[in-house]
């Protein structure tokens, strides 16, 4: 009587009997794609953290290293709905074109910030440059105050602050002046012509020495580099530690020339001498020149 009551609960009934099979696969591909569901967001976790506890044990950057586990994180989830629907009949294929069209897309639409992480990913990897080191990263020469995952800041010696992206920084020259514990200081100068080679280089040479900041087991190089149209030019070349480069520099700047002033040693700079010459009482033409009562007025520029 009851199911004569409920005709639509025979009916029910009738479809589950005649569709027993296709029922029970449905339950069991529900059951497996909940079991892939479940397996992926424990997997991804589980290797998420894995893989941000290996980035941290090789010093690589927290910012960097959050970024890229959650990213790996996000791609297992993604990997495992997609199976999942598989399991249950939904065609992937569609979803997969889809998700891959639209990731061509973003990728167009971010691609210079992408360029930029991708930079910021090298830079924290390899590290040609670090917090806290004076460093020339293109056009820009400052120290290091943050590496970001898009940006590099740099605060220059006038105190201001640089921001470089880090596609610009891959693409250019890095120079790091504070890598290495010491560093070379170069010094040219010019002096006059007439000026003893022997005398000169000595007189530097004492200077050189009585610099105790100056690193004298690495020796030093005082010669003759170039002769110059109107001077005799010099280098000299001397290590020092990098706290000291810039104290060591200027110092030795002055104090070369306060011993050269100290022993009557000149300074090449250019002059001009003015010389008149006698025409011998003949009337000629000038040249370069004024003419004046027979003298020709002639003017040379020499430098010395």
Avoid at 75 to 100: H, K, N, P, Q
Avoid at 176 to 182: G, H, P
């Amino acid at each position: 009587m009851e199911i004569q009551a409920f005709p639509g609960v025979r009916q029910f009934i009738a479809w589950v009997v005649n569709n027993e099979p296709a029922i029970v696969q449905g339950v069991i591909n529900m059951m497996g794609a909940l079991l892939i569901l479940v397996s992926g967001i424990f997997i991804s976790r589980v290797v998420s953290s894995g893989f941000m506890r290996l980035m941290l044990t090789r010093n690589v950057d927290q910012t960097i290293t959050q970024f890229c586990s959650a990213l790996l994180r996000y791609a297992l989830l993604a990997f495992a709905v997609i199976a999942a629907l598989g399991r249950v009949g939904v065609e992937t294929s569609s979803i997969i074109a889809v998700v891959g069209a639209a990731g061509l897309a973003i990728g167009l639409a971010l691609q210079g910030s992408l360029a930029n992480f991708a930079a910021g990913v090298l830079l924290v990897t390899l590290r040609p440059i670090r917090a806290g080191e004076y460093a020339s990263v293109g056009a820009v020469a400052g120290t290091i105050e943050e590496v970001h995952i898009f940006s590099t800041t740099l605060r220059t010696a006038d105190n201001k602050v640089v921001v470089v992206p880090n596609g610009k920084i891959i693409a250019s020259e890095i120079i790091n002046y504070s890598r290495q514990k010491e560093r070379r200081v170069d010094i040219t100068l010019g002096v006059a012509c007439s000026t003893s080679v022997e005398h000169l280089k000595g007189v530097i040479k004492t200077v050189v020495l009585l610099d105790p900041r100056i690193l004298h087991a690495r020796g030093h190089t005082i010669r003759l580099s170039e002769f110059a149209p109107s001077s005799l030019n010099f280098v000299v070349r001397v290590w020092a530690e990098n706290a000291h480069y810039w104290d060591v520099y200027y110092d030795l700047m002055e104090n070369i020339k306060n011993a050269l002033d100290a022993n009557q040693i000149s300074l090449a700079y250019p002059q001009m001498g003015v010389h008149l010459h006698e025409s011998g009482g003949a009337i000629h033409p000038p040249i370069n020149g004024t003419h004046n009562n027979g003298i020709t007025s002639l003017t040379e520029t020499t430098l010395v």
